[in-house]
């Protein structure tokens, strides 16, 4: 539109203009936290045992998955499962991935088939004689007498250097290890699914869990070209933990006036890879569903507003989500419309509950639901479950689909300002003490001029 020495002067100060920007800072610290990811300064001092050969326990479609990760890295594997036609299932998980990355032109059908005959084992049986191998990584059903019960099993059966690791999602990892013999070799390992496929692991360091331990696994997950974060122990350490913050969040929105469509579209244009209910659909309302009925059969008392509407979807309307044809959206060819019985649902818990419903623009809805994120990244960090804000934005963008651009929400709220967000949580609790605290960590920061950057190290 003009000449070639003006067009680049626009060019030049555009590039300025963007590098001076909130997305290109944003960039930035996820570029170094990303290279930052890992084992400790301490923990890279310590030598990591040698790991050639893996149990995975439990051929699922995680167990599958983890096992073709590991094997694609030259490590030998067995998987161990319950009975032959268990096994049968395992074989035809774990030869599906193999398949898949033969289809795309990542392994040649040869290859493929020498790993899978030379390099995998396959066993089943309590009474099966287990070999002497170098790590177990558990991905069996999500109940903690089941894994007690398998872990009782390995810990007694296999040497005791043997590392020994779960990959539970919510579970209290000190309550299973408090079945193994030498707990300093126990710690969880967190992978993310498709676990072949996402960068993001989550180690879970137990109560007993050696450096020695962390140090051998960060090494495997380096070997694995994972991100990997450590964690402590909570339920959902800290990327589900946050998740259901975000949840609860977005469903105290649909009580007071918002319908799942209208929360879904808010998270998507803020920069969110789905919204929540889309991707709750996705992976299947039953899971979250078991999940708040575990804390309920054990007693926990819930804290914040209970919104009975996801119970409702599952226990009366038998809505699971994509896999039932009908959750939060309905679903008809696989494409996902509004539902007129599930906004009928919500209007009518709004009213049991004697909410007058408001309108809230999508902006309120993606401010509030990033915020409760901030809020409870804060405490996540407050608590020492992470080690570091820049490890909380980690989780969220490789785990979750936050976006990249924005940094992470402990980057985001740097961004906006740690004296403006300890403003508007304050208001939130003001309005809805139920749902809603001011972190403890955001008002000590807010009052010394500091922000999470700092605490980075």
């Known amino acids: 539109t003009g000449p070639r020495a003006l067009g680049m002067a626009a060019e030049r100060a555009a590039f300025l203009d963007l590098r001076q920007g909130a997305q290109a800072r944003a960039l930035r610290h996820i570029f170094f936290a990303e290279r930052g990811a890992g084992a400790s300064a301490a923990l890279k001092k310590l030598e990591p045992a040698p790991v050639n050969h893996v149990l995975v326990a439990g051929g699922g479609t995680m167990g599958a998955a983890i096992a073709y990760a590991l094997n694609s890295t030259g490590i030998q594997i067995t998987l161990l499962e319950n009975d032959a036609e268990a096994e049968a299932r395992a074989r035809a998980n774990l030869g599906k991935l193999f398949d898949e990355a033969v289809s795309r032109g990542k392994l040649d059908a040869a290859e493929a088939a020498r790993r899978q005959t030379e390099t995998v084992t ?14 177990v990584i558990e991905a069996v059903f999500e109940n903690l007498d089941v894994k007690r019960a398998l872990f009782t099993h390995l810990g007694r059966d296999l040497p005791q250097d043997t590392i020994l690791a779960t990959n539970t999602s ?3 990892v000190n309550r299973i290890a408090e079945v193994v013999p030498n707990p300093q070799r126990f710690l969880g390992l967190h992978f993310f699914a498709p676990a072949h496929l996402m960068k993001l692991v989550e180690v879970i360091r137990a109560a007993d869990t050696s450096a020695q331990t962390l140090a051998t696994t960060f090494a495997l997950t380096k070997r694995l070209n994972k991100i990997a974060v450590e964690a402590g122990v909570c339920d959902g350490f800290i990327g589900n933990r946050i998740l259901t913050r975000y949840r609860q969040t977005a469903d105290v929105a649909l009580l ?12 998507t244009g803020f920069g969110m890879a789905m919204g929540p209910y889309a991707t709750q659909d996705l992976s299947g309302l039953d899971i979250a569903y078991a999940n708040r009925k575990r804390k309920r059969d054990a007693g926990e008392v819930f804290k ?9 979807m599952v226990e ?14 309905d679903y008809d060819g696989g494409k996902a419309t509004p539902s007129a019985l599930v906004d009928d649902e919500v209007r009518r818990a709004s009213a049991e509950a004697g909410v007058t419903r408001r309108d809230f623009t999508d902006e309120d809805l993606s401010r509030r639901l990033a915020l409760s994120m901030i809020a409870e990244g ?9 080690n570091r804000p820049a490890d909380v934005d980690l989780v969220l963008v490789h785990g979750y689909g936050f976006p990249r651009w924005r940094g992470g929400p402990m980057r985001l709220a740097d961004e906006w300002g740690l004296p403006q967000v300890l403003t508007e949580l304050e208001a939130l609790a003001a309005e809805d003490p139920k749902s809603w605290a001011v972190p403890a960590l955001i008002r000590r920061l807010a009052a010394e001029g500091r922000s999470f950057a700092d605490l980075n190290g």
């Open 122 to 135: 396959f066993i089943h049986g309590a009474d099966t004689p287990l070999p002497a191998v170098d790590m």
């Open 170 to 172: 919510y579970l209290d």
């Open 256 to 267: 007071e006036g918002a319908l799942p469509a209208q929360v879904d579209d808010a998270m």
């Open 304 to 312: 914040g507003r209970y919104i009975p509407i996801a119970d409702r």
């Open 316 to 329: 009366d309307q038998k809505r699971l989500g994509r896999k039932t044809g009908a959750g939060w959206y």
């Open 378 to 386: 804060a405490d996540i960090i407050d608590e020492g479950i992470a």
